[in-house]
């Protein structure tokens, strides 16, 4: 079974530009999470899909990011403009159902805003 | 709010003897507690997690928790360390009463395991 997979593994961008990043959750897997962690800190919770509707969006930072999950399968998780406190790795994690199922996190994707 | 504490930044031990890995928790309502490890340019990769039941938990590579209530602990223990152990470990927790399943993470424990 194919886990959680992450695009890109490093992005470099400048400041003022785009960048979309994207998950493909494991097959079957309703609850699709994205997290951060930026310079070295703690893990911190972005937002929580159940299918393609979010659920829980209370991490987000600003307006700044967009989250998308169209047809319940894959997400993207857009910066538009990037500022350089974005900087950071970018985990997306899924989960079979509700309760207390675990959480099987990607490799992240390592975002770097010069 | 829920909160994880990991006191320590780094745990250093030799191989063959035992670890620890510290965590302390607070959450309003029903802890469900999960240890998670991050090895070099990996992604996270779950260990064990605490919902009910028994409070010794067992996970992968020989690694248990001990939930403990009145102390609102969850330290991670082997009883003998590997020199591939040597990892960044995240502590989290999720508030079992609520219907948001975030998890809320510690800050991480480096621990560096020396032949």
């Known amino acids: 079974e194919a886990g959680v997979t992450q695009f890109p593994s490093h992005s470099v961008i400048e400041k003022g530009q785009t960048v979309t990043l994207r998950c493909d959750p494991i097959?079957?897997?309703?609850?699709l999470y994205w997290y951060r962690r930026v310079m070295g800190k703690e893990i911190k919770f972005l937002l929580h899909?159940?299918?393609?509707?979010?659920?829980?969006e209370s991490g987000m930072p600003n307006n700044r990011f967009l989250a998308e999950r169209t047809g319940g399968t894959y997400s993207t998780l857009k910066v538009q403009p990037a500022e350089l406190e974005d900087s950071g790795v970018y985990f997306c994690a899924s989960s079979q159902g509700r309760g207390s199922e675990t959480q099987y996190f990607g490799p992240g994707t390592r975002l770097l805003v010069l | 709010a829920q909160s994880v504490a990991q006191p320590e930044d780094q745990v250093n031990v030799a191989e063959g003897n035992p670890l620890t890995v510290k965590c302390t928790y607070s959450?309003?309502?029903?802890?469900?507690l999960f240890w998670y490890v991050q090895y070099p340019n990996r992604g996270l990769q779950f260990l064990l997690k605490y919902i009910t039941g028994d409070n010794l938990v067992k996970g992968s590579y020989g690694f248990e928790a001990e939930f403990n209530k009145s102390q609102t602990s969850f330290h991670l223990k082997k009883p003998s360390a590997l020199v591939s152990d040597s990892a960044l470990y995240f502590c989290a927790v999720r508030d079992g009463n609520t219907g948001f399943q975030k998890l809320v993470f510690g800050t991480g424990t480096r621990l560096l395991v020396s032949p």
């Open positions: 959450v309003s309502g029903n802890p469900y």
């Open positions: 899909f159940v299918k393609e509707s979010k659920q829980d």
């Open positions: 097959s079957g897997h309703d609850n």
